[in-house]
């Protein structure tokens, strides 16, 4: 098996500075936990770009969940990584 990249399309929305929605991969998605945003001492992968970066499981229209890790790098935001 081989592993590809996709660059997506990321709008996010947030309430009180915390993620809430966003779109992603042609898909609404709704965050359906409590976001934790991360720093470097947390996920010390964080690509040096980052300025603001996020945890949160998500869940779409058909129910389908994943937790994303999502960051800033200033001008966009980016997923890095959807874990199933």
Excluded at 2 to 12: G, I, K, P, Q, S
Excluded at 20 to 47: E, H, K, N, Y
Aim: net charge negative; aromatic share 16%; charged share 25%.
């Amino acid at each position: 098996m081989e592993a590809r990249a996709f660059e997506h399309d990321l709008t996010l929305w947030f309430v009180d500075d915390v993620p809430a929605r966003m779109f992603f991969g042609g898909r609404r998605w709704t965050v359906s936990d409590t976001p934790t945003r991360l720093g470097r001492g947390m996920w010390p992968a964080l690509p040096a770009s980052a300025a603001r970066a996020w945890r949160f499981q998500a869940t779409d229209h058909g129910g389908e969940a994943f937790v994303f890790d999502i960051y800033d790098d200033g001008d966009h935001w980016h997923v890095h990584r959807a874990y199933a």
